[in-house]
């Protein structure tokens, strides 16, 4: 069941409740617009230590306006718009930042995530996937590796892209090219994913670590 953030309270904690998918949606009303290039022009002018009275000398406008802006109590005129984008020294579109991009966010409680059918699951290698955002977003795919039975065969992987392993529990000898590194609860290992890699030895069962594999922009799902 899907519920807002800003209104559910978590009955634990107190804090907002996390959603199995939040999506704003909404198009930018006038005044919602107003509050987003304000809050744009605050941030960049104090990004770039000017005053009030600075920006809105360079920006050709009086400081009154400037604070009318920043305060979301006026619309901006494209001649206006204009002259805080040169004052600030950034392009136009700068200052409507997220005030129309969709974004999304994926939450997957403990133990629900997919269970991936991968080249080691005959031999007790259990992979859960974490979430996956869709679309161009989906560049980055979050693993929880899970070796539970000795074996004297591991799979060997290689795909485009870097991945990263931080080890949870246990203790194993994992190979990355002609190299092995042994790790251990707070272990991690940065790797080029070309290069052939996987367990080479499970020193201590149960072994649980996150692989997080990042994909290059023009990789295409197989």
């Known amino acids: 069941m899907r519920e807002s953030a800003r209104h559910q309270?978590?009955?634990d904690t107190g804090d907002p409740a996390p959603v199995d998918r939040e999506i704003a949606r909404d198009v930018p009303t006038a005044a919602g617009l107003e509050q987003v290039i304000g809050r744009q022009v605050r941030s960049l002018r104090l990004a770039g230590s000017m005053s009030v009275v600075e920006l809105a000398a360079k920006a050709g406008i009086s400081k009154a306006m400037l604070s009318k802006i920043e305060n979301a109590q006026t619309s901006c005129s494209l001649g206006t718009l204009a002259g805080l984008a040169k004052g600030l020294d950034v392009p136009v579109t700068s200052l409507f930042r997220g005030a129309d991009a969709t974004r999304e966010a994926v939450y997957t409680r403990a133990g629900s995530g997919a269970v991936i059918v991968g080249r080691g699951t005959r031999v007790g290698h259990h992979y859960e996937l974490l979430g996956?955002?869709?679309g161009q977003h989906k560049r980055l795919?979050?693993?929880?590796?899970?070796?539970t039975e000795a074996s004297e065969t591991f799979p060997?992987?290689?795909h485009a892209g870097?991945?990263?392993l931080y080890m949870?529990?246990?203790v194993m000898v994992y190979g990355h090219g002609d190299s092995e590194y042994t790790l251990r609860p707070?272990?991690?290992l940065l790797l080029d994913g070309e290069g052939p890699h996987g367990p080479n030895e499970l020193?201590?069962?149960p072994i649980r670590f996150l692989a997080i594999t990042a994909y290059p922009d023009n990789h295409v799902e197989r």
């Open 156 to 158: 060997l992987f290689q």
């Open 132 to 134: 996956a955002l869709r």
């Open 186 to 188: 707070g272990d991690s």
């Open 168 to 170: 949870l529990e246990g």
């Open 9 to 11: 309270e978590h009955r």
């Open 203 to 205: 020193v201590r069962l």
């Open 141 to 147: 795919e979050p693993v929880l590796v899970t070796l």
């Open 162 to 164: 870097t991945e990263l």
